[in-house]
């Protein structure tokens, strides 16, 4: 009989996020082992119980008592990994997401959930993703790479006097964190501050474009390669879809299916079907989509804005969500992602 070993916690920037996937993701398998990758790179061998009795995941961090603990993942898949087994990848950012763990297990010969390694690392840096996209046809926002040199400012004053609004992000990093906004030119100069002091790493600029936010889950089934229903996000005025409002709903709220036209259901299916593949994605993703307003067609020009390879899987998350409204149970769900990750292993 198959292992199945769910992997979660790891070095991201969605690390609670990922202890509460992992939460909904073990209720669904009762006999999978549960590895809690820590902050600092060790691997906790953790009982069922004490994961599904935490609370609170998104807002306090997970500290059980381990059955056994390995310094690092490279040692706990030496020690106790048999061949047959499959990690579920509950995992969220960092390198847990960006390819890198994606790359070791298939040196290692382990099979997994999820995108392999080149499609990790492509649909993690978001400029890979646009340019990809772009390539095919797909609408993508106006955008620049910064790094706080001298021609920072130029590249940003240029783009914000363009379309009079800009966000500004992490090139790799996911859950809205790191995003900021330029709409004054205080904003603009306390932006170049903030990306001088990181020392040269790279942010995307983008312009910010007005409209309906939707996000949209690809699912390999049996039957072939699906979009499931839109979700739409919408915010309270003033607020962004930041953190606290994906994951504790502070002035932000998820509806599902999206009540939106069937032509722009479609162009935002067509997207994440069109990014699914374009990226070389595996099993399942999520892709986020602006329908513009204004004088924009919305059954033409739905904007792609990023796609996540291991979205969130939590209780409350956009795929369960979709799921639902497309009457597709998360057993089904997980035990078609076990089936695929075999399946890769074995080719």
């Known amino acids: 009989m198959t292992a199945v070993i769910v992997l979660f916690g790891g070095d991201g920037s969605e690390h609670r996020v990922s202890v ?37 995941p ?20 030496e020690d106790n990994v048999a061949r047959e087994s499959v990690f579920f990848l509950a995992l969220h950012g960092g ?8 790359n070791r297990l298939e040196t290692c010969g382990y099979a997994f959930t999820g995108s392999g390694s080149e499609a990790s690392c492509a649909a993690f840096d978001k400029v890979r993703a646009k340019e990809a996209l772009s390539a095919q046809g797909v609408c993508v926002a106006d955008a620049c790479l910064v790094d706080g040199d001298s ?13 009079g609004k800009v966000v500004v992000k992490p090139v790799a990093d996911g859950s809205s964190h790191g995003v900021r906004f330029i709409e004054t030119e ?32 690809v699912y390999e089934s049996p039957d072939g390669r699906t979009a499931l229903p839109c979700s739409e996000v919408c915010l309270e005025e003033g607020r962004t879809f930041d953190y606290e409002g ?5 002035g932000t709220l998820e509806l ?31 892709t986020d989509i602006i329908i513009p307003g204004g004088p924009y067609r919305a059954d033409r020009d739905a904007v ?6 291991l979205p969130g899987l939590t209780a409350a998350s956009f795929i369960p969500q979709q799921l639902e409204a497309a009457r597709i149970e998360m057993d089904r769900f997980l035990a078609r992602q076990i089936e695929l990750a075999l399946a890769r292993s074995r080719r």
Do not use: M
Not at 261 to 275: F, I, P, R
């Open 256 to 286: 599902t299916p999206a009540p939106v036209s069937d032509d722009v259901a479609s162009a935002a299916q067509s997207v994440a079907l069109t990014a699914h593949e374009a990226l070389g994605c595996y099993g399942y993703s999520r």
């Open 58 to 77: 998104f807002e306090r961090d997970f500290s059980p008592t381990p059955r056994s603990i390995w310094p690092d993942i490279g040692r706990a898949f």
């Open 304 to 309: 792609f804005l990023e796609l996540n390879t």
């Open 20 to 56: 509460a996937s992992a939460q909904n993701v073990t209720s669904h398998l009762a006999e999978a082992r549960l590895w809690f990758w820590t902050r600092d790179g060790a691997v906790h061998d953790v009982e069922r119980n004490a994961l599904l009795r935490f609370e609170r």
């Open 246 to 250: 994906k994951y504790l709903g502070k």
């Open 186 to 217: 205080k904003d603009l100069d306390a932006v170049i501050v903030d990306i001088r002091r990181q020392g040269g790493a790279k942010v995307l600029a983008e312009a910010f474009i007005t409209g309906r936010e939707l996000t949209v889950a």
């Open 95 to 102: 390198s847990g997401e960006n390819g890198t763990l994606q």
């Open 151 to 163: 021609a920072t400012h130029e590249k940003l004053a240029h783009l914000f006097e363009t379309h």
